[in-house]
Nanobody
Framework: QVQLVESGGGLVQAGGSLRLSCAAS?????MGWFRQAPGKEREFVAA????????FQSDSARGRFTISRDNAKNTVYLQMNSLKPEDTASYYC??????????????????WGQGTQVTVSS
C-alpha cells in the first residue's frame, strides 16, 4: 500500500505560478497528476516514470506545466506557470507500481492523494 501526501495548492492570479508536491510512502513506477473542476470529469495532467524521468503531458499542460521527480525523496512535483482561470481545480496526485499502465487513464492508478485546491483568479 502506497500513501500519497500532496502540498502546494493555493490562490494565485492569472499569469502566476504554483508548485505542487506529492510525497509517496514507498517506491512507485509511475506517478502523475490529475485535476478535477466542479461538475467535470477528473482529467489527466501529467505523469512521470520514476526510474528514467520520462514525462507525459496533456495538451493543456504542455508548455506551461512541468512534472519532475526526486527519487531520493519518492516525491514528484508539478511546476505550473502562466496559470489561467480555467486551470482552477482540485489537483490529485496518483501513483502506480505497474510498468504497463495506461498513464492517461485514472483507472490505471490504484493510489491517490487527498487532493489540493488550485484557484486562479482573473
Amino acid at each position: 500500500q502506497v500513501q500519497l501526501v500532496e502540498s502546494g495548492g493555493g490562490l494565485v492570479q492569472a499569469g502566476g505560478s504554483l508548485r505542487l508536491s506529492c510525497a509517496a510512502s514507498g517506491r512507485t513506477f509511475y506517478m502523475g497528476w490529475f485535476r478535477q473542476a466542479p461538475g467535470k470529469e477528473r482529467e489527466f495532467v501529467a505523469a512521470i516514470r520514476m526510474s528514467t524521468g520520462i514525462t507525459f503531458q496533456s495538451d493543456s499542460a504542455r508548455g506551461r506545466f512541468t512534472i519532475s521527480r526526486d527519487n531520493a525523496k519518492n516525491t514528484v512535483y508539478l511546476q505550473m506557470n502562466s496559470l489561467k482561470p480555467e486551470d482552477t481545480a482540485s489537483y490529485y496526485c496518483a501513483a502506480t507500481t505497474s510498468y504497463s499502465a495506461n498513464l492517461y487513464s485514472r483507472a490505471s492508478y490504484p493510489y491517490w492523494g487527498q487532493g489540493t485546491q488550485v484557484t486562479v483568479s482573473s
